[in-house]
């Protein structure tokens, strides 16, 4: 699926940044992805579409009050596509989700914020108006969404319950990475906490698709972001590295394999 009009329920359908100036994120990001900006009529300067030759592929916002009020730091959010958001978060609050957003009114859509049992955020969105063409899957484009998670099979079992995602196992040495599938389209990952980041919180990762890992990353730091993990193989996967922002908004890019 490399560009989308219409998102499919149950499918990964945005992403964006919260930051404190999203002015300077959108000079990192331009210079590092090659992406283009667009401000949203109405927004007076908050809420910036990121495209790539007119095709969208992500959002910068100023932190919002209530973020910022409850101590979030700079953070990457994506969101999942839900027909019915009214139930969808009825649903989340009885597998036990915290809502964060309710049902909120939010351009020509619908937006809520959950965050699961084990603590991960996430946003669901929902839309019956056309709002152009998406990128996925493209060289700087969103690619994958990996959620690294302080109990993996609470995890599992609420997003299986929420949105109906199927599972399979990766046996990856001393773990196993459960690969999330909307039907037969593998849509996102989940994987248990590694022992060094004991303490630290359940979250996801919007993974962007990149032609160079190390050139990348090397451009990242340049433009004064922080390498958090540096690139690494993933035999049959790619070559991937965790990376941050200027403000500390983690995300990462991967070099993709070639397909088998």
């Not at 359908?13 to 900006?37: H, I, M, N, Q």
């Not at 667009?38 to 910068?60: C, D, N, R």
């Not at 969105?125 to 990996?146: A, P």
């Not at 929420?162 to 046996?171: M, R, V």
Request: hydrophobic share 40%; proline share 8%.
């Amino acid at each position: 699926m490399p560009e989308f009009a219409k998102p499919v329920p149950g499918n990964f359908c945005w992403t964006e940044v919260f930051l404190e100036d999203p002015a300077r994120g959108k000079g990192f990001y331009g210079e590092l992805f090659g992406w283009g900006s667009q401000e949203m009529p109405g927004s007076e300067g908050a809420y910036t579409m990121l495209h790539i030759g007119g095709k969208f592929v992500a959002g910068a916002s100023k932190m919002p009050p209530a973020l910022k009020k409850a101590g979030a730091p700079s953070h990457w959010l994506s969101h999942v596509f839900v027909t019915n958001p009214i139930e969808a978060v009825n649903k989340a609050k009885t597998l036990g989700a915290k809502i964060i957003q309710e049902p909120m009114r939010v351009g020509p859509g619908t937006m809520s914020m959950i965050q699961d049992p084990t603590g991960g955020m996430l946003a669901l969105w929902s839309t019956k108006e056309s709002m152009g063409t998406f990128l996925w899957g493209e060289s700087n484009s969103l690619c994958w969404n990996e959620l690294v998670t302080t109990d993996a099979a609470a995890a599992i079992k609420f997003y299986v319950g929420l949105f109906g995602w199927k599972t399979e196992s990766w046996p990856m040495g001393a773990f196993t990475y459960t690969v999330l599938k909307n039907g037969d389209v593998p849509v996102a990952g989940l994987m248990p906490q590694p022992k060094d980041m004991a303490g630290a919180p359940t979250s996801w990762t919007a993974y962007f698709a990149v032609t160079d890992c190390d050139a990348t990353t090397k451009r990242a730091e340049k433009l004064g972001g922080k390498v958090c993990m540096g690139p690494q193989d993933i035999p049959n996967v790619g070559r991937f590295a965790i990376l941050s922002d200027q403000e500390g908004a983690m995300f990462a890019v991967i070099k993709n394999a070639p397909r088998q």
